[in-house]
């Protein structure tokens, strides 16, 4: 495990009390390597339509997978606008390895959203709505912006992922195990690249605190307005709309006493302090033992119960 670093003691460069480049790439944890991990994950239909065993949360991410393929395609297509400024050598092989897993990360969640399209939930319209609208702002963002977009969305993904790491996988107690493997991984690799989009921003972007923060008071709306939107759709679709019983869960999983928007609400909010950096919170829980595990068994879901295994001792 890397402790944390004292990102809040970088010096001052320009406007922003931000780490100049050097002192950027200095934070990232000495022992720190990408690794570029196909997903193997198949999703048959065995897989139960409330997977998670809660609908409202089991239909919360299935709308964010939706969004998913097409999002980790803008994202890569973000740092490929900056492609052939990129010179140094270690961040070359960075980008190289954040594009691979999050490649991977889109073919995985479209393979589930295959499963999705199926269950009659008004899926693929909503799926082909959602990716025409993050081609559009693809193509029409100017690439200074679009790329403090995915710096944001990453700071976004990777407080989520390492929340569900943190929190025991509390979230997915109850989860089928492929689904919950397939979030495990995902979770895994957004921790480890977290701060592959902020280098290149910082560093070859002449990125500054202004863009980033327009970037992440944007893209929070968007996103809370597509959720409030697909959600209650899906869960009309489902039934579950007027079930008292599973909005309350629901309710009580997000917004009630440490609840998970709560809880990511302040390491979310950090984003905006001048001289912020994404390796302030270094490595979730059990991120080694996930990783060993995989690099052992080749498997995503023997390195998910290896850590449920863990997390059941531990109690
Ligand atoms: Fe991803
Ligand atoms: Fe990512």
Redesign the pocket.
């Known amino acids: 495990m890397v402790a944390s670093v004292d990102y809040m003691n970088s010096k001052s460069v320009g406007n922003e009390k931000k780490v100049s480049s050097f002192d950027s790439r200095k934070l990232t944890p000495e022992d720190h390597t990408l690794i570029a991990r196909k997903v193997e994950l198949t999703f048959g239909e065995d897989i139960p339509r409330n997977w998670q065993g809660e609908y409202f949360t089991t239909r919360f991410f299935d709308a964010l997978q939706l969004a998913f393929p097409e999002g980790e395609r803008m994202?890569i297509e973000s740092i490929r606008n900056y492609k052939s400024e990129i010179k140094d050598p270690t961040l070359v092989e960075q980008v190289k390895k954040f594009n691979y897993q999050?490649g991977q990360h889109g073919l995985g969640h479209a393979n589930f959203n295959d499963l999705l399209m199926d269950q009659g939930i008004n899926a693929e319209a909503m799926y082909e709505t959602i990716t025409k609208a993050i081609k559009l702002v693809t193509k029409h963002s100017p690439r200074k912006f679009l790329l403090a977009t995915t710096v944001a969305a990453?700071h976004f993904?990777a407080t989520l992922a390492e929340d569900v790491y943190n929190t025991d996988f509390e979230l997915f107690d109850n989860a089928d195990e492929t689904i919950a493997s397939l979030y495990a991984w995902h979770a895994l690799e957004?921790a480890e690249?977290k701060a592959v989009a902020w280098d290149v921003y910082q560093e070859v972007a002449n990125g500054d605190y202004l863009t980033r923060s327009l970037a992440m008071v944007t893209i929070i709306p968007v996103l809370g307005a597509y959720l409030a939107l697909t959600v209650p759709m899906i869960l009309a679709k489902d039934k579950k709309l007027t079930d008292v019983s599973e909005m309350k869960k629901g309710y009580k999983r997000f917004l009630g006493k440490n609840g998970l928007f709560r809880r990511i609400a302040p390491p979310i909010l950090d984003y905006f302090k001048p001289g912020f950096h994404p390796w302030s919170t270094g490595h979730p829980k059990h991120y080694a033992e996930w990783k060993s595990a995989y690099a052992e068994s080749g498997d995503m879901k023997q390195a998910y119960a290896h850590v449920r295994k863990l997390i059941a001792e531990a109690a």
């Open positions: 994202f999050e990453e993904t957004e690249h």
